[in-house]
């Protein structure tokens, strides 16, 4: 009994602090939640928050009884400098966004802290295993849901694993390979080898089914980097030692993986639909050429990444130095758009240097350019293997890694924001704990290490201990929020859906979506991605009312955004109180003069106050123009049939069906009735009309529209 008690107790002092950050880097990849109730991040910060402090706990609590060389790196003063710079941010900027930055760079500079006083090399072993199983349990759920359809979790385009975006799982896979690799290379004995070299080509082949072009060109980079280090290092791992048969079948493994494995086709039926390729061969080779198509840039999803750009770079120049304040980026940028440019519901900028140096200003322009120096010289003396005293020969190809794995986290930065999701930005920081805590074992005099007195650690245990409970709060509340937004956004989407929101039978519904909304709205009132979805609905319903206090409470947190002020001018414009929309349009229209969105709402306030004359020439101005929304066409269509101008009329509906063609079976029907009605009575172009919007119509459909032509017409369709 008691062999088998011993085999059961925790690791001693830093082997459980490691213990717990492996664990913490396997569940979070691999965990999801399989409901939309929770963001899939949510859950993950979580488990990095309690997994940093409680290491951290765990570390604390041992050099009490144990006191041993706590140590410290240069390196730490620029995570904590952008926690300094956020807490300031917070009594000048956006509050609450300011003080989520500053919990996020707390929990990146403890884990840097930790790996710099735990990560020996024998540790980095039991570290990069948990990197690379979290990472193949992300992958398993990636290649279920290529195959075979597998709906756990909730995805935007699948395949996203766990993450919800396929994007940051192949951002954050792409990072973990170098760990991959090398625990592979390190493989002794045949099982080991075939095991750990499978899931490794696994691994990428996941990568390549999600078709994330980030990640597909910084594959391109890493992949001959990976290889010249194994080369190079060749003589120090295991590899060199496997025999003949076994590198044999190293090489049948990856080949059959990536190419067996890799032209299987899709069954999910909506990958099957993209046309972007059935297998993770075509996907990876569609998605990368598209690179070099120039359309791309001006009309695909690089072009809106351009304006958000182009928009921070102006962002940038108007503040160099102070920045907007941590994390307000989201807020600031409208003030910045170029004239049509369309970015008020992105929430950052797909670039993290950008994002840096527009929220944080000198102190963002501080922290790239020491980071950069670091590594560049951390890679300079890695190459060159210089070091005061005879080092393990293992160091150098596992600074390589951590440098490669950095690598790629980095070109990925440049087109998305992996620092600011919870596995990324563990992986991030642990890496550099890990070159920190090199350093100290190659050049133990370039920094001194610190033994804090048991008084400063009993403190330290109090405040971990703290900060450990108030994470555990703050995670219930933003699931009790989010559980109630999202839920009122589902039964609100599920009235919608029934096409009858007024029907009696939806009356305790729709109680229920108000008091779910007040509730989240009360726990968390910046939460701005959810809550104005279900204002939304609720005024495609009618209920202004409602619609409106709800967009009004999202406007508090983001006062820029002329959406939310063209919602709130149409709702007081329905509500009767013209005044207040007109002071909601003015505000709207000082920050985008030239939104569309505007258009509409002024004329609704010309015809309101019984303007029509004027609404009729602005209608007629806008629409030579063609920048429009679909609710200033059916101003134009209704105002032009009451005013008996139809060709206003009709122009409406010739220009919705150019910019909007999924809607043409009904504009062609309200084409047909400014023809066929009593003062234009022609009865050919009005046949023809509903005879275009018959063929449109596909045959489940066909019923329905039957019923809207008019009796006179209905026989003689073809």
């Not at 710099?116 to 990472?135: D, F, V």
């Not at 696994?202 to 994330?212: E, I, S, Y």
């Not at 967009?551 to 007081?572: H, I």
Request: with cysteine; charged share 15%; glycine share 6%.
């Amino acid at each position: 009994m008691s062999r088998w008690s011993a085999s059961l107790r925790w690791p001693a002092g830093a082997d459980g602090v490691v213990l717990v950050l492996a664990a913490m880097l396997l569940l979070a990849p691999a965990l999801g939640v399989p409901s939309e109730l929770v963001l899939q991040d949510t859950l993950k910060s979580a488990l990095v928050a309690f997994a940093a402090l409680g290491a951290a706990l765990l570390l604390c609590w041992h050099n009490l009884r144990t006191p041993q060389a706590l140590r410290w790196h240069s390196l730490l003063w620029l995570p904590l400098l952008l926690l300094a710079w956020a807490l300031g941010s917070m009594a000048w900027s956006h509050t609450y966004l300011a003080g989520v930055e500053a919990v996020r760079w707390f929990i990146f500079a403890l884990l840097l802290w930790l790996g710099l006083n735990t990560l020996t090399l024998e540790r980095l072993t039991l570290l990069a295993t948990g990197i690379h199983w979290g990472a193949v349990l992300a992958s398993l759920w990636v290649a279920l849901q290529f195959w075979l359809d597998l709906r756990w979790f909730p995805q935007l385009p699948p395949p996203g694993s766990t993450f919800l975006n396929r994007n940051f799982y192949a951002e954050y896979v792409l990072s973990t390979l170098p760990f991959s690799v090398l625990l592979a290379a390190q493989a002794q004995g045949r099982a080991q080898i075939a095991l750990r070299v499978f899931s490794t080509s696994f691994n990428a082949l996941a990568l390549l089914l999600t078709g994330t072009r980030s990640a597909l060109l910084a594959l391109l980079v890493l992949a001959p980097v990976l290889v010249f280090i194994l080369w190079r290092y060749r003589g120090r791992l295991a590899l060199a030692r496997w025999p003949r048969a076994d590198r044999m079948l190293a090489g049948a493994i990856v080949l059959g993986t990536l190419l067996g494995l890799g032209s299987l086709p899709t069954g999910n039926p909506y990958l099957a639909s993209e046309g972007l390729g059935l297998t993770a061969l075509e996907r990876a080779f569609v998605r990368g050429r598209s690179l070099a198509v120039t359309a791309e840039y001006s009309t695909g999803s690089p072009s809106v990444r351009l304006q958000m750009w182009q928009a921070t770079l102006r962002l940038i120049a108007d503040r160099p130095l102070t920045g907007v304040g941590a994390g307000a980026w989201e807020v600031e940028i409208p003030l910045y758009q170029a004239a049509g440019a369309q970015l008020e519901t992105d929430y950052y900028v797909h670039n993290e240097y950008l994002q840096l140096l527009a929220e944080y200003g000198a102190a963002g322009w501080v922290f790239s350019l020491a980071l950069g120096f670091y590594l560049l010289r951390a890679a300079r003396r890695t190459w060159q293997e210089r070091t005061a005293e005879a080092a393990d020969p293992q160091e150098w190809p596992w600074r390589a890694m951590l440098l490669a794995s950095l690598l790629g986290l980095f070109i990925v930065s440049g087109a998305g924001f992996p620092w600011r999701l919870a596995g990324a930005g563990a992986l991030f920081a642990l890496s550099l704990g890990a070159l920190a805590a090199s350093d100290r074992r190659l050049w133990p005099d370039t920094a001194a290490a610190v033994l804090p007195r048991p008084p400063g650690l009993r403190l330290s245990l109090l405040a971990l201990t703290g900060a450990l409970l108030l994470a555990l709060g703050l995670s219930v509340l933003a699931v009790a929020a989010e559980t109630r937004l999202v839920r009122a956004a589902q039964l609100a989407y599920a009235i919608s859906s029934t096409g009858a929101p007024d029907d009696p039978r939806w009356k305790t519904t729709r109680q229920e979506i108000l008091r779910l909304v007040r509730e989240g709205v009360a726990l968390h009132p910046h939460y701005r991605k959810i809550t104005p979805l279900v204002a939304d609905e609720l005024a495609a319903w009618g209920d202004w009312e409602n619609a409106r206090w709800i967009w009004a409470s999202v406007l508090e947190s983001r006062p820029y955004v002329v959406a939310l002020l063209a919602n709130l001018a149409r709702a007081s414009i329905h509500l009767g109180e013209l005044d207040q929309a007109q002071a909601y349009y003015d505000r709207a229209l000082a920050l985008r003069p030239d939104a569309p969105s505007l258009r509409s709402v002024e004329i609704m306030l010309l015809l309101r106050r019984g303007q029509d004359s004027q609404a009729l020439t602005r209608l007629r101005e806008h629409l030579t123009t063609g920048q429009v929304e679909p609710d200033l066409i059916e101003y134009a269509y209704v105002l032009g049939l009451r005013r008996k101008d139809f060709a206003l009329a009709l122009a409406s509906q010739r220009l919705r069906r150019e910019l909007w063609p999924d809607t043409r079976i009904d504009s062609w029907l309200k084409t047909a009735m400014v023809y066929a009605g009593p003062d234009l009575k022609e009865h050919k172009r009005a046949l023809e009309a509903f005879q275009t919007a018959w063929e449109a119509t596909p045959e489940t459909l066909r019923p329905q529209v039957r019923q809207m032509v008019p009796p006179d017409y209905r026989g003689q369709l073809r």
